[in-house]
């Protein structure tokens, strides 16, 4: 197992270059620039800019000095949006925040949909499946984008129970957490359902139905197992992708965190912040990939890791 | 032991309500085993499961029909027999691996792959016998021992894909006699395995069985395995059973057309080899038939009443019947002369 993991910690090094690779020279194909603006600026003042941020040099010498600052110095370089400020500065700050609101969504996914999900599978076509599944198909079917709003006018502007936005103290983060979690409850409850209902008809499950074991402990011990194998699988692009933060969450409720990052870097060809955020989501995505790996090795085991 | 009287489990399917046990009836004695044979999609494996209650519902349902165990102490306080088909569910879940066990077709499917066997067989123990901890895994190395599998100790922490599939089924075996139940209902326990294993793990079934009073109901579309193992022999057609009796009786004098077909279509090891004869046409869905006798189609004794009347049930003496018209016939004129 130890040479599993460091198989895959070294495995990580080449396609993070890969990445990396392709993200420095696809931004750069990309019309336009990170200092263009509506008002023409003058050909002296960009050309001061673009010396100053060595976007005067050949393609292939800055290449060579970005890996160079990023390699032997884990630096990635100024940020052209806001000036004084490095990269790794807003990411230091950003991602922290977006990490602690994907955490707290993420538990609150798996508390509501793994459970919504077993009950939809134990009490198949009947009443609380129905229930069960149509609360999560609406979960899944009502974007963020309005469910915030919504969250919003209840729990903030009638009741006056939460704080309409911002991340300062546990009473903040209910309505963003609730907000980034439910969909991805919704969803998890569905592949939890799919999951147990195929696990629920295997012959294991009749064995242990005759050896007189309780439903309960049939469902906790014989069949949970096996049923959450397809949530384990999707835990590794869904949790990554919580935790890098989602534009449309911390836009509505004013969060400082790094998911709006992607596409303000992207729009502004701000290129050392779009470089970051995805080389920290790609860094992410392979880890947790890693980590899903290894929990299914644990949870099922036939599975056998080579080495 | 076991009385079972008037079963009938149906089941509702798109095409209408299927008949897959339409009245079986059968009792299995102390230390007797009954095989229950019968082609492919005869109802034999939904007979078995809805003595336990463990027939999928829906769309599955036992409509009719009694169940009847005999109290564990014979003869004590005098307690009446337990009609599982009217028990609780947790009178049910007491019944179930506790006083009678089932063992299965696959045993590379039977057993969960996720745990170790250890855990599979102890957790048995705890919840009939309340037994945990080191005693428990004590007991079930040692009946993992009494069904010929060596290095129990070691075993106990081996998972099910670990192991071969005649182990598995020995690791069933043991499993299901546990908590020594009364009633053994082993579901075709050898079809999956290959010809030396079946006759490994029959012969370990009767080795078992002999001396300690443990019923079996045997199902198996095997003659071959009737023939070895049986007491008693039920034969099942079509949701139903036509013939049963002692097994020396049914072999030498088969009264149904049906089990004399399957008989003679067995083949002879002796004598020159011939084309095997067949019982043409295929078994009909399970209780499609609405009136009259569900072989007729396919039997070469037809008479024209077949068609028409259910066959009556016949019987001979020492517990046996058959379900035919021409035994019928048979005892008329018998009676008549």
């Known amino acids: ?307 | 032991m076991l009385d079972v009287r008037n079963l009938k489990t149906y089941f509702s399917t798109d095409e209408g309500e299927v008949r897959a046990v339409d009245g079986v009836s059968f009792a299995i004695a102390r230390g007797e085993i009954l095989c229950l044979v019968g082609e492919s999609g005869c109802g034999k494996s939904v007979t078995a499961m809805s003595l336990l209650g463990l027939v999928p519902s829906p769309p599955g349902r036992v409509v009719a029909g009694e169940v009847l165990l005999a109290p564990e102490q014979e003869g004590g306080d005098g307690a009446s027999a337990l009609d599982l088909r009217k028990a609780s569910e947790s009178e049910l879940r007491q019944v179930r691996g506790r006083r009678i066990a089932m063992i299965f077709q696959d045993p590379m499917t039977s057993l969960n792959p996720y745990l170790t066997v250890g855990v599979q067989l102890t957790e048995v123990l705890e919840v009939h016998m309340r037994m945990r901890g080191e005693p428990a895994r004590e007991r079930a190395a040692q009946m993992l021992t009494s069904v010929g599998i060596s290095d129990a100790e070691q075993r106990l922490n081996d998972y099910p894909h670990e192991m071969s599939g005649g182990i598995r089924q020995r690791v069933m075996i043991a499993m299901a006699l546990l908590c020594e139940p009364d009633v053994l209902i082993a579901d075709e326990p050898t079809t999956a395995l290959d010809v030396t294993i079946q006759a490994q793990i029959l012969a370990l079934i009767r080795q078992l069985q002999e001396g300690t009073g443990l019923g079996v109901l045997l199902i198996t579309h095997d003659l071959g395995v009737v023939a070895n193992m049986a007491d008693r022999v039920a034969v099942m057609y079509a949701g139903r059973i036509v013939e049963q009796g002692p097994v020396e009786a049914i072999f030498d004098d088969p009264k149904h057309p049906y089990t004399a077909g399957l008989l003679r279509s067995l083949p002879q090891l002796s004598g020159p080899c011939e084309t095997l004869p067949v019982i043409p046409g295929l078994p009909p869905p399970a209780g499609s038939t609405e009136r009259g006798c569900s072989f007729a189609p396919r039997c070469d004794r037809v008479m024209d009443r077949c068609w028409q009347q259910d066959p009556p049930t016949v019987r001979w003496g020492s517990g046996r019947h058959v379900v035919c018209h021409l035994d019928d016939i048979a005892t008329e004129d018998g009676e008549r002369r």
């Open chain 1, 1 to 307: 197992m130890s040479r599993f993991v460091l198989r895959r910690v070294l495995g990580l090094v080449p396609t993070l270059w890969l990445v990396v690779t392709l993200v420095f020279f696809l931004v750069r194909l990309a019309p336009g620039g990170p200092f263009d603006a509506e008002r023409a600026v003058p050909p002296e003042v960009m050309a001061a800019l673009e010396a100053k941020y060595n976007l005067d040099a050949p393609l292939l010498v800055q290449y060579r000095d970005f890996l160079a600052d990023l390699v032997f110095r884990a630096d990635l370089g100024p940020c052209f949006k806001y000036p004084g400020r490095s990269v790794r500065e807003i990411i230091a700050l950003s991602l922290p925040v977006s990490m602690q609101l994907g955490c707290l969504a993420m538990v609150l996914a798996l508390l509501v949909g793994v459970p919504l999900g077993v009950v939809g599978a134990v009490r198949h076509n009947r009443a609380a499946d129905t229930i069960a599944m149509s609360v999560a198909m609406v979960g899944i079917s009502v974007p963020r984008f309005v469910l915030a709003p919504i969250l919003i006018l209840v729990f903030s502007l009638t009741l006056y129970w939460f704080p309409v936005a911002l991340w300062e103290s546990p009473r903040h983060m209910v309505l963003p957490v609730i907000c980034a979690g439910l969909p991805t409850a919704a969803y998890i409850a569905r592949l939890t359902r799919g999951g147990m209902l195929e696990v629920i008809r295997a012959d294991f499950i009749r064995t242990a139905r005759a050896k007189g074991l309780s439903e309960w402990r049939i469902i906790w011990r014989h069949a949970l197992r096996g049923g959450l194998l397809p949530v384990v699988s999707f835990l590794g692009p869904g949790f990554s992708g919580l935790l890098v933060g989602s534009l449309v969450v911390e836009t509505i409720f004013n969060i400082p965190g790094m998911g709006r990052y992607f596409v303000e870097a992207a729009l502004n060809r701000d290129y050392g912040l779009v470089m970051g955020v995805t080389l920290v989501y790609g860094s992410l995505l392979m880890v947790l990939n890693t980590a899903v790996d290894l929990a299914y090795a644990w949870l099922d085991p036939r599975v056998k890791l080579d080495g």
